[in-house]
């Protein structure tokens, strides 16, 4: 088996866990209104395609969280990661 290790960051509320919830647990979207905040990291790891197993870092998005990954947690956070997933909110101020 071939694993990749998968960051999902991006700041709260933008969406990672219901992503993550909706591809890899078949979650409907409607469901994943009741998901809370994810706290620190949430690990978990996914068989994909036959042979590749993804291993999920689903990263909390609350700014002190957020600090810590680029300072204290970088070496461990970074490290043999192969994709980085990042989440962004985009806001209309449409009428």
Do not use: P
């Not at 990749?4 to 960051?9: G, N, Q, Y």
């Not at 979207?29 to 993804?54: K, M, Q, W, Y």
């Not at 957020?66 to 461990?76: A, H, K, L």
Request: aromatic share 10%.
């Amino acid at each position: 088996l071939s694993h990749t290790r998968v960051l999902l960051m991006g700041k709260s509320g933008s969406g990672k866990t219901s992503m993550r919830s909706i591809i890899f647990a078949n979650y409907i979207a409607r469901d994943t209104r009741r998901l809370g905040a994810t706290i620190d990291v949430e690990h978990s790891h996914v068989r994909f395609l036959g042979n590749l197993v993804l291993n999920l870092w689903d990263c909390g998005g609350q700014d002190t969280f957020m600090e810590n990954y680029f300072t204290s947690q970088r070496d461990n956070i970074f490290r043999n990661v192969e994709v980085n997933k990042l989440h962004f909110k985009i806001y209309s101020n449409r009428n």
